[in-house]
T-cell receptor
Framework: KQEVTQIPAALSVPEGENLVLNCSFT??????LQWFRQDPGKGLTSLLL?????REQTSGRLNASLDKSSGRSTLYIAASQPGDSATYLC??????????????FGKGTHLIIQP | EAQVTQNPRYLITVTGKKLTVTCSQN?????MSWYRQDPGLGLRQIYY???????DKGDVPEGYKVSRKEKRNFPLILESPSPNQTSLYFC????????????FGPGTRLTVL
């Protein structure tokens, strides 16, 4: 069954730093990988979607990479700001499992950017 | 505005009282699904639908029902809620049968006493 792991579980850094969030998955036969942001008590906001044939995607200060063969993805946040404080979730579509079609999520990285 | 909406956003109910959480999307997406989010367990899929009248179980379907009579709506039904169904529920939709970006609703926080 597909499993997704996110490291670290929590991260606190001063404003302005560049940082990297890590995501790994056990089955490389994925269709795509998606990074989300979740604010406390709120819904999920899609940040970046990387198709299995792609290596990276960029949006503003965010850059996500995908190494499908090694089962890894990273989310790079440049010049972090207090408004970036949230939980970041990694999710993959596809891979071995019980036949269910949908996303398999990691448990997230809780990020705090100190002013 | 393209969006997924859920109602109600918050609900407190008692064991055994049937309830329905509605989900609607205005993006003409074929694929819709329901997830629940629990501390320490993350998000897990309950049910999904590839299109009208086509639904299938996700990872945690026990105690839930769904229907897909119209493309835009995908209600989640709890026939006899129990306390272990207390959770934060999310509806999501996607074009291309799910093989694409997924858009999530704002969530419904359900408490079953």
């Amino acid at each position: 069954k597909q499993e997704v792991t996110q490291i670290p579980a929590a991260l606190s850094v001063p404003e302005g730093e560049n940082l990297v969030l890590n995501c790994s998955f056990t089955d490389s036969a994925i269709y795509n990988l998606q990074w989300f942001r979740q604010d406390p008590g709120k819904g999920l906001t899609s940040l970046l979607l990387i198709q299995s044939s792609q290596r990276e995607q960029t949006s503003g200060r965010l850059n996500a990479s995908l190494d499908k063969s090694s089962g890894r993805s990273t989310l790079y946040i440049a010049a972090s700001q207090p408004g970036d404080s949230a939980t970041y979730l990694c999710a993959v579509e596809g891979g071995s499992g019980g036949g269910a079609d949908g996303l398999t999520f990691g448990k997230g990285t809780h990020l705090i950017i100190q002013p | 505005e393209a969006q997924v909406t859920q109602n109600p956003r918050y609900l407190i109910t008692v064991t055994g009282k049937k309830l329905t959480v509605t989900c609607s999307q205005n993006m003409n997406h074929e694929y819709m699904s329901w997830y629940r989010q629990d501390p320490g367990l993350g998000l897990r899929q309950i049910y999904y639908s590839m299109n009208v009248e086509v639904t299938d179980k996700g990872d945690v379907p026990e105690g839930y029902k769904v229907s897909r009579k119209e493309k835009r709506n995908f209600p989640l039904i709890l026939e006899s809620p129990s306390p272990n169904q207390t959770s934060l529920y999310f509806c999501a939709s996607s074009p291309s049968g799910g093989r694409g970006e997924q858009f999530f609703g704002p969530g419904t926080r359900l408490t079953v006493l």
